[in-house]
């Protein structure tokens, strides 16, 4: 019997769906359909219009394929406004979860007529293999965790254009009414939150529990806001306090000068909150990720020209612990920057990088390393913000920090050259004309220990000279101190095969540590150290590659 009656069903979708075709609905236009609405009504549980809508979708998604409301007007021969006063059938079946929408990302998703729709594939299923409606079961929302995941889920959404903002707001407000009953949200609703104020705390919950130290805001807000002159009144109240979310501190906003650049990160109060209500967060620095602490900085004998050593035993000075705090009082009451910038700047291979190490190992500050080709970000206006970013982060730790850290820019090449002032310049150029200037602004207001590494100090911008502090130029060993450190990394060769290599190849230390671990392999293959001869193979090997390089990239 069940069989024949969905037998029917199917004969009945199909005859309102052809039936349909070209009429508008009027009762005289649908009279000879009425029978069927009737069937799939009944099988439905629905109104009589909602069965038909029903067959309108449940016929395109037989097919694969979604249908809108403009799609819909074309096939009923009727006006867009007819089917849009008609839209409350449309969500008590979406409600019912007979059917499933989402934004069309080709065109505004906050446009109904956009909206696309497609009938629930489990209901499909049942009216093919001639079953009784399945009942669409709801997810259950049973813990306070499961209810950020639906509501940071409800955001994704909106971001990827899978509702409109209108949606978004109707079914937000359903889920904080539903939510009430969990302690959390109870007590949200005794801080006065708007609607925006929880979405942006759940986003910023659940991204930290995702491993994330801060949210930047613009990302959120974007979402939130369609206007930008909204979403900057927003960042505006964040930024000065006037956010519930700050004055009740369940938000901490570090450090940033700019209202785009706003970075969000959960409160100790809101930890605590969190933890009595069953679910524990560990809010880490949002430095650690690029953290190099001195304990794991192996010593390491560096050699140095006279000149050098005397810059970098100044340096060695001045950050120790005792000098730098003296220092800084004494900056302090001269009304002049707390800091301390210093280049490294030289050929490859002269020690810049590894030196940075060491004062870090030898005064027990942690550094936080920046590779700067990593914020080359290929798209506009990211690189931007990465610099920012890592200022801000900077200050962030310095002030829970032990000791000052040291930020450290390793091969600043790219953005300490001369800035490009003429008109015309290339996209790229700009962009990087851009960080320059706001690299040059940060380090106008820094306060820590700031070292960058360059090899190309001839083309380094008058701007940038005026604001490092210590400029330490690194240049090729002499002789002499090449010799020591062939006999460091060599033990095994003579004082006078030593001095033979330092005098015949002009190589970095850098170069002949490459050599020296050559020499560790050959060791580990064949059991024996090398003689001279096969030492001075490769170091015509190190030079000839170096000069392949050099010709290569122009030098």
Same mark, same amino acid.
Not at 103 to 124: C, G, L, P
């Given at each position: 019997?069940?069989?024949?009656?969905?037998?029917?069903?199917?004969?009945?979708?199909?005859?309102?769906?052809?039936?349909?075709?070209?009429?508008?609905?009027?009762?005289?236009?649908?009279?000879?359909?009425?029978?069927?609405?009737?069937?799939?009504?009944?099988?439905?549980?629905?109104?009589?219009?909602?069965?038909?809508?029903?067959?309108?979708?449940?016929?395109?998604?037989?097919?694969?394929?979604?249908?809108?409301?403009?799609?819909?007007?074309?096939?009923?021969?009727?006006?867009?406004?007819?089917?849009?006063?008609?839209?409350?059938?449309?969500?008590?079946?979406?409600?019912?979860?007979?059917?499933?929408?989402?934004?069309?990302?080709?065109?505004?998703?906050?446009?109904?007529?956009?909206?696309?729709?497609?009938?629930? $594939?489990?209901?499909?299923?049942?009216?093919?293999?001639?079953?009784?409606?399945?009942?669409?079961?709801?997810?259950?929302?049973?813990?306070?965790?499961?209810?950020?995941?639906?509501?940071?889920?409800?955001?994704?959404?909106?971001?990827?254009?899978?509702?409109?903002?209108?949606?978004?707001?109707?079914?937000?407000?359903?889920?904080?009414?539903?939510?009430?009953?969990?302690?959390?949200?109870?007590?949200?609703?005794?801080?006065? $939150?708007?609607?925006?104020?929880?979405?942006?705390?759940?986003?910023?919950?659940?991204?930290?529990?995702?491993?994330?130290?801060?949210?930047?805001?613009?990302?959120?807000?974007?979402?939130?806001?369609?206007?930008?002159?909204?979403?900057?009144?927003?960042?505006?109240?964040?930024?000065?306090?006037?956010?519930?979310?700050?004055?009740?501190?369940?938000?901490?906003?570090?450090?940033?000068?700019?209202?785009?650049?706003?970075?969000?990160?959960?409160?100790?109060?809101?930890?605590?909150?969190?933890?009595?209500?069953?679910?524990?967060?560990?809010?880490? @620095?949002?430095?650690?990720?690029?953290?190099?602490?001195?304990?794991?900085?192996?010593?390491?004998?560096?050699?140095?020209?006279?000149?050098?050593?005397?810059?970098?035993?100044?340096?060695?000075?001045?950050?120790?612990?005792?000098?730098?705090?003296?220092?800084?009082?004494?900056?302090?009451?001269?009304?002049?920057?707390?800091?301390?910038?210093?280049?490294?700047?030289?050929?490859?291979?002269?020690?810049?990088?590894?030196?940075?190490?060491?004062?870090?190992?030898?005064?027990?500050?942690?550094?936080?390393?920046?590779?700067?080709?990593?914020?080359?970000?290929?798209?506009?206006?990211?690189?931007?913000?990465?610099?920012?970013?890592?200022?801000?982060?900077?200050?962030?730790?310095?002030?829970?920090?032990?000791?000052?850290?040291?930020? $450290?820019?390793?091969?600043?090449?790219?953005?300490?050259?001369?800035?490009?002032?003429?008109?015309?310049?290339? @996209?790229?150029?700009?962009?990087?004309?851009?960080?320059?200037?706001?690299?040059?602004?940060?380090?106008?207001?820094?306060?820590?220990?700031?070292?960058?590494?360059?090899?190309?100090?001839?083309?380094?911008?008058?701007?940038?000279?005026?604001?490092?502090?210590?400029?330490?130029?690194?240049?090729?060993?002499?002789?002499?101190?090449?010799?020591?450190?062939?006999?460091?990394?060599?033990?095994?060769?003579?004082?006078?095969?030593?001095?033979?290599?330092?005098?015949?190849?002009?190589?970095?230390?850098?170069?002949?540590?490459?050599?020296?671990?050559?020499?560790?392999?050959?060791?580990?293959?064949?059991?024996?150290?090398?003689?001279?001869?096969?030492?001075?193979?490769?170091?015509?090997?190190?030079?000839?590659?170096?000069?392949?390089?050099?010709?290569?990239?122009?030098?």
């Amino acid at each position: 019997m069940k069989a024949k009656q969905n037998l029917a069903l199917i004969d009945a979708i199909d005859q309102v769906y052809n039936g349909s075709d070209g009429k508008e609905l009027s009762k005289k236009n649908i009279s000879s359909i009425r029978p069927s609405l009737r069937i799939i009504a009944k099988y439905l549980g629905v109104s009589h219009e909602q069965a038909l809508l029903f067959s309108l979708i449940v016929m395109e998604s037989y097919k694969g394929d979604t249908i809108n409301l403009k799609e819909m007007c074309r096939h009923l021969n009727v006006n867009t406004s007819e089917l849009i006063k008609r839209f409350e059938s449309f969500v008590k079946l979406e409600q019912k979860g007979l059917i499933q929408s989402s934004a069309n990302r080709h065109e505004s998703s906050e446009i109904v007529t956009n909206k696309e729709y497609i009938a629930n $594939f489990d209901v499909i299923n049942a009216i093919i293999q001639h079953e009784p409606c399945p009942k669409i079961k709801k997810q259950n929302i049973e813990t306070l965790l499961e209810a950020f995941g639906e509501i940071y889920s409800l955001n994704e959404k909106l971001d990827d254009s899978k509702i409109t903002r209108g949606d978004f707001h109707d079914t937000m407000q359903k889920l904080i009414d539903d939510f009430k009953r969990f302690h959390f949200f109870k007590e949200l609703q005794s801080y006065g $939150f708007n609607l925006q104020d929880v979405s942006i705390l759940t986003y910023v919950i659940w991204k930290t529990l995702s491993g994330h130290e801060t949210v930047d805001i613009e990302v959120i807000l974007k979402n939130l806001y369609p206007s930008p002159s909204v979403r900057m009144k927003y960042a505006q109240e964040l930024k000065n306090n006037q956010s519930n979310l700050v004055k009740h501190d369940f938000v901490e906003i570090t450090p940033s000068r700019f209202l785009n650049d706003i970075t969000l990160r959960v409160s100790t109060k809101l930890i605590n909150q969190l933890s009595d209500n069953g679910i524990h967060l560990d809010r880490k @620095n949002p430095s650690k990720a690029n953290l190099i602490l001195p304990g794991d900085v192996g010593e390491k004998v560096l050699y140095y020209n006279p000149s050098e050593l005397n810059q970098i035993s100044a340096v060695k000075s001045i950050i120790k612990e005792s000098n730098y705090s003296s220092m800084l009082d004494r900056l302090r009451s001269k009304n002049l920057p707390l800091s301390v910038n210093i280049l490294l700047h030289g050929a490859p291979g002269t020690g810049k990088t590894e030196s940075v190490l060491q004062l870090a190992r030898e005064s027990g500050r942690e550094i936080m390393k920046v590779e700067i080709s990593q914020t080359k970000s290929m798209w506009f206006g990211e690189s931007e913000k990465i610099i920012k970013k890592v200022f801000t982060d900077y200050a962030a730790y310095a002030e829970s920090a032990e000791k000052a850290p040291i930020l $450290f820019f390793n091969e600043a090449d790219a953005i300490l050259g001369r800035r490009n002032e003429f008109a015309g310049a290339s @996209n790229v150029r700009q962009t990087e004309n851009t960080i320059q200037n706001i690299l040059l602004e940060e380090l106008e207001n820094f306060k820590g220990i700031f070292i960058a590494t360059t090899n190309l100090a001839s083309n380094l911008d008058a701007a940038f000279e005026r604001r490092f502090l210590f400029k330490v130029e690194f240049q090729q060993p002499s002789v002499e101190i090449r010799s020591f450190i062939w006999k460091d990394k060599l033990p095994f060769i003579s004082q006078q095969d030593a001095f033979k290599l330092a005098s015949q190849y002009e190589l970095s230390g850098g170069q002949i540590e490459n050599i020296a671990r050559k020499c560790e392999i050959e060791f580990v293959l064949y059991g024996e150290n090398l003689g001279i001869d096969k030492l001075e193979q490769f170091c015509n090997d190190e030079r000839m590659s170096t000069e392949k390089e050099r010709s290569r990239i122009g030098f």
